[in-house]
């Protein structure tokens, strides 16, 4: 059973930093793909951060330059560093990675409000 484990979600006030972490547990495959998604209450899922087998990555516009994304150097592990987090920051952080055979993991997801 392949398992996404996130850890470090939580409270954080506007400004603030958190950081989160991703590591893929049970059944090995060759990670090609990790990064995190998040949804915002009456919001669509959509992308955060992503990084790819070579390095590159891909990131939305609302968070280029306080998001950092990371990757250990197993490959089984990612980071992301929220800095400055902002009120619209607030949702479910989701790991993610695509699996073999066009499957899709997912974290179960860790809430980060930024709030007071």
């Known amino acids: 059973q392949v398992q996404l484990v996130e850890s470090g979600g939580g409270l954080v006030q506007p400004g603030g930093s958190l950081g989160l972490s991703c590591t893929v547990s049970g059944d090995t495959f060759t990670i090609y793909n990790m990064g995190w998604y998040r949804q915002a209450p009456g919001k669509e899922r959509d992308v955060v951060a992503t990084i790819d087998i070579s390095g590159n990555l891909v990131e939305d516009a609302s968070v280029k330059g306080r998001f950092t994304l990371s990757r250990g150097n197993t490959r089984r592990t990612v980071f992301l560093q929220m800095n400055n987090l902002k009120p619209d920051g607030t949702a479910v952080y989701f790991c993610?990675?695509?699996?073999?055979?066009?499957?899709?993991?997912w974290g179960k997801g860790t809430a980060v409000p930024v709030s007071p």
């Open positions: 993610y990675s695509p699996g073999p055979l066009g499957r899709q993991y």
